[in-house]
């Protein structure tokens, strides 16, 4: 009798630097729509469009980085560029998809803010209605291959449910907890489960993963420690948005009230410098994170400038590196496990069901407020669905297309 052979792990290390980056970029200079839109932007150009990561993966990965303080969908690209080209793909997705809305934030700290006056809002209304279209498109295309049944259909349900009526921001955390209970409970066991085929292995140590994850803390405890036994702005300023990036869960909007707290408050920035500068980055694609760049460039204190804006931009995204370096070893081998499994069936579930509760609220609510919006809307999603249109292309045509009617 011949031995089958052992099932392929799909490779850590299959692409290059170049092509993380490009593929990073495109996305960074186009994705429109808060850190939602960006996760249905990425599952379009990874799992449909490049087929680099299953749709299970691809959940997973968003699974563990809710969990993770930072920005999920700046953890999301990180992990996928670390996967595709190690740790140079990581710093590649990280840069392209940040530089852009960074660079612009800048730009508008030192006046370049005529814009807005010259083009007018209608590409900022098209851009909205592209973002439904798109977080609609993921969330048709998630729940067809990881809620097609009744259990799991009743998983996702009960997470929009927690999500969309539990007030605070740790409702999506909860609702992921809760799914991931109910899948350990509930669901039964996959049988003949294709482990191999989704794994997701980043080519990281343990101890690599270790030590990055005891370089989190050490910063965490030793910056506030440095800057108080220095006096040094620089650090401070290295201390402010460092401990921002690492105590904040959901990203997106939720880390406003912390950075007003971190610069308003303690005299760094005015409250008319904040206000402007977060107007601003509502129009800009990319991480809303990127918003501590125009922040470091406009501060009253210590370094300010291009200088700040590096210190700043740098320092709030550096957690979410060392914690993806940190977590993304462990979490293979959990994910793994069959019981961790079931849990990880029913948070899967549970992530269409928080994807879905997005799509409401904010998306659907602030990107439809009148019947051409939906229109519009309705067009980007048939020529996502239908016409198999790239995302970047259609975030492009609404923006020009509201441009031009708005």
């Not at 970029?25 to 429109?32: C, K, P």
């Not at 930072?70 to 997705?93: D, E, F």
């Not at 040094?232 to 959901?250: H, P, Q």
Request: proline residues 5%; neutral net charge.
């Amino acid at each position: 009798m011949v031995d089958e052979p052992a099932p392929r792990s799909t490779p850590a290390r299959s692409g290059s630097v170049w092509e993380v980056f490009w593929v990073f970029l495109r996305l960074g200079l186009t994705s429109f729509g808060g850190p939602v839109a960006h996760l249905a932007y990425f599952r379009e150009a990874f799992v449909e469009r490049r087929k680099w990561l299953t749709d299970k993966v691809y959940a997973d990965i968003v699974a563990l980085c809710q969990f993770l303080p930072g920005p999920a969908s700046s953890q999301v690209g990180m992990s996928i560029g670390l996967y595709r080209a190690g740790y140079t793909g990581l710093l590649a997705a990280w840069a392209a998809f940040t530089l852009p809305s960074a660079i612009l934030l800048v730009a508008f700290a030192y006046g370049a803010s005529s814009l807005d006056d010259a083009l007018g809002h209608g590409w900022l209304i098209g851009l909205k209605a592209a973002a439904v279209a798109v977080v609609a498109y993921a969330v048709l295309g998630m729940a067809t291959k990881l809620a097609p049944d009744t259990k799991r259909a009743t998983i996702a349900v009960g997470a929009l449910a927690i999500v969309l009526l539990v007030p605070g921001v740790l409702a999506q955390i909860l609702a992921i907890v809760a799914a991931g209970i109910i899948g350990l409970l509930w669901l039964p066991s996959e049988k003949n489960e294709p482990v191999e085929q989704d794994s997701f292995r980043v080519g990281v140590g343990k101890k690599v993963a270790i030590g990055s994850l005891l370089v989190f803390v050490a910063l965490l405890i030793g910056l506030p420690l440095l800057s108080a036994a220095t006096k040094n702005e620089a650090v401070d300023l290295a201390d402010t948005f460092y401990r921002t990036g690492s105590i904040v869960f959901g990203g997106g909007h939720v880390v406003l009230p912390l950075l007003e707290v971190e610069t308003v408050q303690a005299g760094l920035v005015s409250a008319d410098s904040f206000l402007a500068g977060y107007g601003a980055a509502q129009a800009v694609p990319g991480p809303l994170f990127t918003y501590s760049a125009y922040l470091g460039a406009v501060t009253t204190a210590g370094p300010t400038g291009i200088t700040g804006a590096t210190i700043a931009l740098i320092a709030i995204f550096l957690p979410s590196a060392l914690l993806v370096i940190g977590a993304l070893p462990f979490w293979e081998d959990l994910r793994r496990n069959r019981l961790a499994r079931k849990a990880l069936t029913g948070i899967n579930a549970g992530v269409v069901g928080i994807l879905a509760a997005a799509l409401y609220m904010p998306v659907f609510t602030s990107g439809i407020t009148g019947a051409k919006e939906l229109v519009l809307a309705a067009v980007a999603f048939v020529a996502l669905l239908s016409w198999k249109a790239p995302a970047w292309a259609v975030v492009i045509g609404s923006a020009l297309i509201g441009w031009v009617v708005f």
